[in-house]
């Protein structure tokens, strides 16, 4: 579910093409960027033979070189190469890529604008950035067509643009339909990482959720949530998962650099 409020002087069918122009960008985005789409652009990417240069559109490559950027900031504790694991466990398709996988986000070059090579098959998943650049796009988009006043939300990835500030209520992370600490966002976004709407209960009895600890190879099966504001909603996304599996050194230095800062919502503290 994405929601989008805008405010502006401007006549109303204005601020409503300016609506429908912010979701056709996050259409865009989902269209070339989707793991379970076997057309998008992210599965064309992860099914072609590696030692080959790629093309892509400019939105996958900013996407890219961020979640490249990340990777390295934080030693790989935000890893944009987490599909294979997540396919296993039945959180996204069983694509050819997820079997055949070999590489690391490590096996990724961007060899020039537009152009990736591989040096090895990868299993590219950036649903843990991409929907922050989702929204991140939808509000360029509205203020390049003069609204003022704005606000997206893409379940729980938000960002407030313009003169405007919004409160925002953190979920509490053992009952996430109630708030347990209130924020107010002005030009700045919001994300959040938590196990609380992925966890089940596999095959054998084994707990699952969304979220891929890079270190482990394994699904997040903690209770804590955690929350980081920063400039901008793809930063902000990618940053959740630094906070959650990178070492706290690691994480303060990611956050420093991006001008963020983190909530943890504790379970044990919140109960």
Known sequence: MVEIRAVAKLPAADIHRAIDAAFGAIERIQRLMSFQDPHSELSRL???????????????????????????????????????????????????????????????????????????????????????????????????MGTDRIMVNAGGDLRVAGHWSQEVRLRHPKAPHCGVHVLRLRNRALATSAGYYSRRVGAGGTELSALIDPNRKAPYLGEDSVSVQARDCMSADALTKIVLFAAPQLAERALAVCDARAFIQSAAAAA
């Open 46 to 144: 992860n099914q072609r033979r590696s030692g080959r240069d790629q093309h892509v559109e400019p939105e996958t490559y900013t996407v890219l070189e961020a979640a490249l950027e990340f990777a390295r900031l934080s030693c790989g504790a935000f890893d944009p190469c987490v599909g294979a694991q997540l396919a296993q466990r039945g959180y996204r398709p069983r694509h050819a890529a997820a079997d055949t996988a070999s590489g690391s986000w490590r096996d990724i070059e961007l060899a020039g604008p537009g152009r990736v090579r591989l040096h090895r098959p990868v299993c590219l998943d950036l649903s843990g950035i991409a929907k922050g650049y989702a929204v991140d796009r939808a509000c360029e988009v509205l203020q390049a």
